[in-house]
């Protein structure tokens, strides 16, 4: 407890998901937490929920006006910026299932997901750097996944996003040391994490188990990752314990990505 205590904190996408954990966490930790979102109704749910340390803000990330606006807000009220978590994204799949493999996706749907994903981070890690050069110090989060890592064929708007953001995490961090301010930019790289943005993509009832094991038979510890396993490496990120960590990649894919998928066997003395 008090690990981020006094820090202002803004983090986008919080109305549910991935998002609403991070607030959730920072807040329990101390922070002064701003939940940024386009949905006002689920936004302002999560930061009533979350008592005085916590506020609603609307935002889009897409628009760079409101950026602007938001954070001249936050300036206004505490004078400083700590952290920034660049949440907010999508599939591409919100409303029902469109193709977005590299052979058939439309250019506007391909780009309707880098504008969230992809320019809402940019605008975001932008007003943040302009933000915190005032302290000189700070931290930035984005949230971006494994699949910025690897391919995947029927969501390659999706994949692309992730993998711009990923590179565009090292080139701030970069860019802010060059500066010589403490102001760290780092990367946390879920995977099959159980979200609202699955469930178009899990179905309901038998169909639904059926799905949701099929998503997970090539992972190691063969379940989803829970937004509180996230929102863990988030508060380590944004506290003071990281801060000789930048342009760093943090995995939580349940050892996907370490290779193989692994084949639970039986215990010792089971027979097996």
């Not at 002064?32 to 609603?56: Q, T």
């Not at 992730?162 to 403490?182: I, M, P």
């Amino acid at each position: 407890m008090g690990r981020l205590k006094g820090k202002v904190a803004l983090v986008t996408g919080a109305a549910k998901g991935i998002g609403a954990a991070i607030a959730a966490a920072f807040a329990k930790e101390g922070a002064l937490v701003y939940v940024f979102d386009i949905d006002a109704v689920r936004g302002g749910e999560v930061a009533s929920g979350l008592g005085g340390s916590a506020a609603f803000l609307p935002l889009d990330v897409r628009d760079e006006t409101q950026w602007r606006q938001a954070v001249e807000r936050v300036l206004a009220r505490w004078g400083r910026l700590d952290v920034l978590v660049n949440n907010a994204g999508i599939t591409g799949f919100e409303d029902g299932f469109v193709p977005h493999d590299p052979e058939h996706a439309s250019l506007a749907d391909w780009r309707r997901v880098h504008a969230t994903n992809l320019d809402g981070v940019f605008l975001g890690c932008r007003e943040a750097i302009r933000a915190m050069r005032t302290t000189g110090e700070g931290s930035i989060i984005n949230i971006s996944s494994r699949s910025g890592v690897v391919g995947i064929p029927a969501a390659a708007a999706y994949a692309s996003s992730k993998a711009a953001v990923r590179n565009h995490t090292k080139s701030v961090a970069l860019y802010c040391a060059e500066q010589g301010w403490r102001v760290r930019c780092n990367a946390i790289h879920p995977a099959a994490v159980l979200t609202p943005m699955w469930e178009p993509m899990l179905g309901r009832g038998e169909e639904r188990e059926a799905n949701m094991a099929a998503f997970v038979k090539d992972t190691p510890l063969r379940r989803f990752g829970r937004p509180e396993e996230v929102a863990a490496i988030a508060v380590l990120l944004a506290s003071d314990e990281a801060c000789y960590m930048t342009g760093s990649e943090l995995h939580i894919d349940g050892g996907i990505l370490a290779g193989s998928a692994a084949t639970p066997k039986g215990r010792a003395g089971d027979g097996a």
